[in-house]
């Protein structure tokens, strides 16, 4: 019989239950490992992404722990020992977490997570974490991405019923929310989040009623104060569009409202709105909001407004709830150091060929740099755990992408972005609500230079390593390309 409740804890990939008994059985039960989260490259090749998920993270780790039921299922599959069972019985993470606060925009090879726990908490944990931020931080930076296009318009997510399930459309909402979106037709996340659900109507109201004007003006009676009426259930210029005007007038001219809306879903929208705007106007509705949708991404609302398309609001459904043109993030979970008995931590690298794939190792703290002058963010530095920074003066950093190249930083503020989340198991961190981050990320978008937030071939923005970083990198990859 299949479980009633499910236990996120089981949401885990079967090897790291394999991997967790076998660092048992091998006495590395309590090796202290580190474990760096993080993203190759950029979504739609963009110059930049946005960090989303870690809040899912937080209660997730908060929730850890085997119900009976779960360890009935281990041993039935008898490849676990009784005394790593036992182990689990009792599981609990005691580790630290150190994160990037969600909305910060982040850059490839740069950690946006730091685990710091014993090997089996470590290694249990990465299936949750990873298809948190991975699902998150895709739906953010695609939602940021169809904010700026829509240069200051007002953005909904209306992508619910195209979602890739349940949980996509609840907590895609709520990322597209994190990227800038004004709200969204998913009234569960509202429920949750906050994240402002709100909606027209469907063609089926119209078709509903003897005729479109009846349906407007029955729209119109129940709804004066949000009444948005969608026009092109039928001819948007010859009955859509001048029903609705009538309905207006009708209905809403007499209570002295003069706040509306019309809603555009198919055709030549770019003319439509044009012949829709002068129309409204011409009959005195100037406050009358056009909104847009159908299938719409950051380029196309692009070309839409280039066209001279009259659009106040954009409602943007399947191209950003499932991320389309790029619907996988591309984060992983590598190991980047282990501890002795001692306490010495002991820094590891992953090789390949593909360049692309070798890991930066060690326990690594990742800084912001500031131009004084601007307040833009000049580049990204990571270095040694003990390192520290001196923004006092002039700083020499080092391009690894580069091995010949240095440049001189200066009058500039260091900002470290790692804070610490969880502390020995305990958390330390308190989630802010969802419209703080959503403020915090616009305000952070604003740091970066527009040749980094363009769409098109983007400014590479540095992710830079300490010297003394980058020579422990050097020395493990001489190391080990030798055996």
């Known amino acids: ?245 009538r309905a207006f007038n009708e209905v809403l001219k007499p209570m002295g409202i003069t706040k509306c809306g019309i809603r555009l879903d198919s055709g030549d929208i770019a003319y439509l709105s044009r012949q829709a705007r002068k129309m409204l106007d011409d009959a005195g509705w100037t406050e009358c909001q056009i909104s847009a949708s159908n299938s719409l991404d950051e380029y196309i609302i692009q070309g839409l407004l280039r066209q001279g398309a009259q659009i106040d609001m954009f409602g943007v459904g399947e191209r950003l709830i499932t991320a389309k043109s790029e619907p996988v993030f591309g984060g992983v979970y590598k190991l980047a150091a282990v501890e002795t008995p001692e306490g010495e931590i002991v820094p590891k690298i992953k090789i390949s060929e593909n360049t692309g794939k070798i890991t930066n190792p060690h326990f690594k703290k990742l800084y912001r740099f500031f131009g004084n002058d601007t307040g833009k963010a000049i580049a990204d530095y990571l270095c040694v755990y003990d390192e520290t920074v001196d923004d006092s003066g002039e700083m020499e950093i080092f391009d690894p992408d580069a091995t010949w190249k240095t440049k001189n930083v200066y009058d500039f503020t260091a900002k470290e972005l790692m804070v610490p989340i969880f502390l020995n198991g305990e958390l330390v961190y308190e989630c802010p609500d969802l419209q703080t981050v959503r403020a915090y990320c616009l305000e952070q978008v604003d740091t970066l230079w527009d040749e980094v937030k363009r769409f098109d071939n983007p400014h590479t923005y540095y992710v830079d390593l300490s010297k003394k970083l980058w020579d422990i990198k050097l020395g493990l990859l001489k190391e080990k390309g030798k055996k």
């Open 1 to 245: 019989m299949a479980k009633s409740e499910l236990n996120l804890t089981m949401l885990c990939d079967f090897y790291e239950l394999t991997m967790g008994n076998g660092y048992f059985e091998q006495g590395y039960k309590d090796r202290i490992c580190y474990f760096d989260v993080f993203f190759r490259q950029c979504p739609d090749g963009g110059g930049f992404a946005i960090a989303a998920g870690l809040e899912q993270i937080v209660q997730y780790i908060r929730d850890l722990h085997f119900d009976p039921e779960d360890i009935a299922y281990l041993r039935g599959r008898k490849l676990f020992s009784e005394d790593f069972l036992e182990y689990l019985s009792n599981f609990r993470f005691t580790g630290d977490i150190w994160a990037v606060p969600e909305g910060t925009p982040i850059f490839p090879k740069e950690p946006i997570m730091t685990i710091r726990a014993p090997a089996i908490e470590a290694q249990l944990i990465e299936t949750f974490v990873l298809l948190s931020i991975n699902h998150q931080s895709l739906i953010a930076t695609k939602a940021n991405r169809i904010v700026r296009a829509a240069a200051g318009r007002t953005v909904l997510e209306f992508g619910s019923r195209r979602a890739q399930g349940a949980d996509a459309a609840i907590l895609g909402a709520r990322a597209a929310y994190i990227g800038g979106c004004n709200g969204t037709a998913c009234t569960i996340s509202d429920q949750m989040f906050g994240v402002y659900a709100g909606g027209t109507m469907a063609h089926a109201w119209v078709q509903m009623f003897d005729n479109e004007l009846d349906a407007f003006k029955s729209y119109c009676q129940m709804y004066p104060n949000n009444a948005t009426l969608l026009v092109d259930t039928y001819n948007t210029l010859k009955s859509g569009v001048p029903n609705a005007i």
